[in-house]
Every structure is written in structure tokens, then in C-alpha cells.
């Protein structure tokens, strides 16, 4: 089992609806989660970061962090065709391994316009 | 520069070669990271930095994997006797400090034929 779990999809949506993204981590240890968006061939660009329980919003995306469920998710409000791409979740620990996080191996999004 | 940046982006080299990727930071950033993504799966942590030193060197595969940063800024990652299992996208990021939001450069594809 992987310590960041994710579903590798695909997950497809039509334009204007929400993508939700979730992710589930076996380290109880994490204490910072982060989304990363990866288009096919470019390296992975951070749109979130969340370090307690509860939502964080910045414009169309929400994060949410459930520590004692141990589950990440991101969500995507009205979904548009640039968003296709493969979402990464990470997860980080606390303490003297805090430099290391582990990733999830992605899922991928399709926005069908 | 803006940016974290990686080079060589390609890099082609014969079984058995040494090779050096090299990363240069955000100007800034004190933490630096090395990753590898192999394709459909999540990068890969190898190692990190926090200023001069290496903090946790414990992704690095084996000993033909070395990582430098002299001078607390730009980092060489150095591979010896290169096997085709080496063969995947080296991604480096830097955040300010460890555990606060990482940024990816564009990677170094490396390919060992």
C-alpha cells in the first residue's frame, strides 16, 4: 500500500461542473498537504497548500483536510478544459523528516467542454 | 530568476557515463529537493537540503546517486556508471524554509541508453 493514495481516474467532467479530487495518506504523522497540477509533459505546478482540518479556499479551487479520517480532497468549481490535467496530492511530515514528501502517483482530470 | 531552474532539460548519455543535473533556486529559498518521476507515477523523493547541508539523503537509490550544495544555493545532483534504470525526469524544487510551499523546476529528462 502506498503511504499517499489517489485515484488515478481518469475523472471526467463536463464544463462548469466541480471535480472533486481525493486523496487518503497512512502517515498520522503529516502535518502539511499540498495539490499539485501536472500537464502531460511539464513538471508539477502547486495550486494548494493546507496544514489544518477544515476547508481553505482560493478562488475556484477549495482544499479540505480531515486528519482523523486521514483524507485530502480538492475541489474544482466550475471545471473548465484548461483544468485537464493530473492532479498530484503530497504529504508531508512533521519533525526531522519535514523536507520529505511523499506523492501520490495522481489523478487524472478531463474537462469535456 | 523567477524561477527554480534546471539544466540540462534533456540529457542523453551512454550506459556507464557520470552525469551532473544541476538546480539554481529561488533566489532565497534555504530548502532544496530532489525528485524523480518515472512516467504514470508520482515523483519520487531523493533527497533534500535545508542551507549547506544534506537533511535527509534517504531517496537516494544507492551510492551511484550523490547530491551537492556548497554554498547553500545551486545544487548538483551527480550519478555514477548510469544504468537505463536510471532513465526518468529529475525534478528539483525549493521552498523558503522546509515544510512551506515547494516550487518545481522544469526537470531534467534523463534518458541512459
Known amino acids: 500500500q502506498k503511504e499517499v493514495e489517489q485515484n488515478s481516474g481518469p475523472l471526467s467532467v463536463p464544463e462548469g461542473a466541480i471535480a472533486s479530487l481525493n486523496c487518503t495518506y497512512s502517515?498520522?504523522?503529516?502535518?502539511?498537504f499540498f495539490w499539485y497540477r501536472q500537464y502531460s509533459g511539464k513538471s508539477p505546478e502547486l495550486i494548494m497548500s493546507?496544514?489544518?482540518?477544515g476547508d481553505k479556499e482560493d478562488g475556484r479551487f477549495t482544499a479540505q483536510l480531515n486528519k482523523a479520517s486521514q483524507y485530502v480532497s480538492l475541489l474544482i468549481r466550475d471545471s473548465q478544459p484548461s483544468d485537464s490535467a493530473t492532479y498530484l496530492c503530497?504529504?508531508?511530515?512533521?519533525?526531522?523528516?519535514?523536507?520529505?514528501?511523499?506523492f501520490g502517483d495522481g489523478t487524472t482530470l478531463t474537462v469535456k467542454p | 530568476g523567477a524561477g527554480v531552474s534546471q539544466t540540462p532539460s534533456n540529457k542523453v548519455t551512454e550506459k556507464g557515463k557520470y552525469v551532473e543535473l544541476r538546480c539554481d533556486p529561488i533566489?532565497?529559498?534555504?530548502?532544496l529537493y530532489w525528485y524523480r518521476q518515472s512516467l504514470g507515477q508520482g515523483p519520487e523523493f531523493l533527497i533534500y537540503?535545508?542551507?549547506?547541508?544534506?537533511?535527509?539523503d534517504s531517496g537516494l537509490p544507492n551510492d551511484r546517486f550523490f547530491a551537492v550544495r556548497p554554498e547553500g544555493s545551486v545544487s548538483t545532483l551527480k550519478i555514477q556508471r548510469t544504468e537505463r534504470g536510471d532513465s526518468a525526469v529529475y525534478l528539483c524544487?525549493?521552498?523558503?524554509?522546509?515544510?512551506?510551499?515547494?516550487?518545481f523546476g522544469q526537470g531534467t529528462r534523463l534518458t541512459v541508453v
Open positions: 537540503f535545508q542551507g549547506t547541508g544534506a537533511a535527509d
Open positions: 502517515d498520522r504523522g503529516s502535518q502539511s
Open positions: 503530497a504529504a508531508t511530515p512533521y519533525g526531522t523528516n519535514a523536507g520529505k514528501s511523499t
Open positions: 493546507i496544514y489544518s482540518n
Open positions: 533566489s532565497g529559498h534555504t530548502a
Open positions: 524544487a525549493s521552498s523558503y524554509t522546509v515544510n512551506t510551499e515547494a516550487f
